[in-house]
């Protein structure tokens, strides 16, 4: 039951929140070799956090869980990187030489680039190092965007801590966003992946399998590819067509389904440009179908909300009844479930997207 003060509607389940997301301040990045303005930068969780308080969502700090969690689905290597990244950049005096306040690759280690003289060398200067791990040049890094990527995690993680506890959902209101944060690679405005460390978390509290469901208008290939060869963690996602040349590109075609032990784990669900509601909550029916056959006992969703008719990041159509029919999709499983923010870059609407899957959660939850 919905619990209502006045004709608003109360939102039951607690919001993680930290403002540790705040250090995290790319000020745009560059697209095609041009600098851009950015729509992922502190004052979009900011209108996030206010928007939900003005809902009269209950919030709740994230604890600072250290690197462990970080560290439980990404290379150790590329973590220590991101960490050092920033004060290397700034000791190497990029701050004035050539001027550039971002950490930003300008060499990219592509497979084959040194494939005659393995083992590769380690490279010497910050610059070039973090071209191993660049999939961009979009994706900069910030003095604080180490600690607010380990913020989101930590967020993700304490929100999978809540349910884990008993609580039968709770919203992860992060920023970086981390779906198309792989092993040991960042780009695509994630660095850190906060629903596969969400989702990995519920299976060390105990969840013998977990499904995430990716709602995000991208698909999430760095969560695929974390959970690729693992039949524990279903990646099931909806998302639009990378052959009709929308981001990730390279990935997220309905051949992609996993392998080894994940053989059967990895559901994709493209849909071309201009898909409104209806095709798209068939495809999130699809999704939590597999999520059942799959036999999942709780459930992450990367929940992005840019697949919103007005989002400026995608062609997708989706209305504000599409996410409440979404969310009340999602409520249908009856599984513990844990929300974590990925995209939605129409301010204005953004939180009340959000609380429109999460409403029409509650609304149908058990
Ligand atoms: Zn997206």
Known sequence: MQSRVGRVTVLRMPVVWTDRHRGHAPEGGYWMGVRLAGDEEPERGDVLRDQLLGAGATIVSA???????????????????????????????????PGQPHVVPYIFATPGFSARARPSRPPASIRAE?????????????????RAACAAVHASVHAADLVADGLPAAYAAVRPPGHHAGPAYFGGSCYFNNAA???????ARGFASVAIVDIDAHQGNGTQEIFWSRGDVLYASVHVDPAAGWYPHFVGYADEIGEGDGLGATLNLPLPPGTGDHEWLAAIEQL???????????????LGVDAAADDPESPLRVTAGGFRAAGALLGTLGLPTVFVQEGGYDLPRLGSLVLEVLHGFEERHG
């Open 130 to 146: 973090i071209g191993l791990y660049a999939t961009d040049t979009m994706t900069l890094i910030s003095d604080g965007t180490y």
């Open 63 to 97: 604890p600072d869980l250290g690197p462990d969690p970080v560290l439980a689905v990404h290379d150790a290597a590329f973590v220590d990187c991101l960490r050092r990244a920033h004060a290397e950049w700034v000791a190497a005096g990029h701050l004035s030489e």
């Open 197 to 203: 460390a969400s989702a990995q978390h519920l299976r």
């Open 288 to 302: 939590l179908r597999a999520a059942q056959q799959h036999g999942s006992e709780a459930l992450v969703v990367s």
